[in-house]
């Protein structure tokens, strides 16, 4: 599924969308390049989820849990990790295979430790239609029946 994004709020309102029907257990993969929204979107999800409280990129902490939601989210930035054996020492186990919902940012670095059921979310810049311009781009995983529409 793609939709089109052209403002900063409608970004938030597809992760929004997903973020009311995501289903316990869901890893979401976010990709894109640096200032392409992809925090954006996750504050979406937090608030579809019914967290209210301030959400911003773990990237020094490579996690962040918010838990006062209908499920817990683990927002994962690890643009940082080397190598995807420093997962292990965070315990990512855990929260990948847990009953929350982990969202993981530059997940391409740690693909080997994806599961295949995970959902992707691309989202990409094309100035020809504006600055603010998004596409944004939805592959629901195996496991899960969620959609945006």
Partial sequence: MTVESFSAEETFRYGQLLGEK??????????????????????????????????????????????????????????RIDDPDEMY???????????????VEWADRIRELIPAEATRVRIEKDLDKGLSYRRITIEFGGNSETSCD
């Fill in 22 to 79: 995501v289903p316990a257990g869901s890893v979401i993969c976010l990709d894109g390049d640096l200032g392409v929204g992809k925090t954006v979107f996750v504050k979406g999800v937090a608030r579809g989820l019914g967290i209210t409280e301030p959400v911003s990129s773990p990237t020094f902490t490579i996690v962040q849990e918010y838990r006062e939601g209908r499920i817990p989210l683990y927002h994962f930035d690890v643009y």
């Fill in 89 to 103: 020492e965070i315990g990512y186990e855990e929260y990948f295979f847990g009953d929350g919902v982990c969202l």
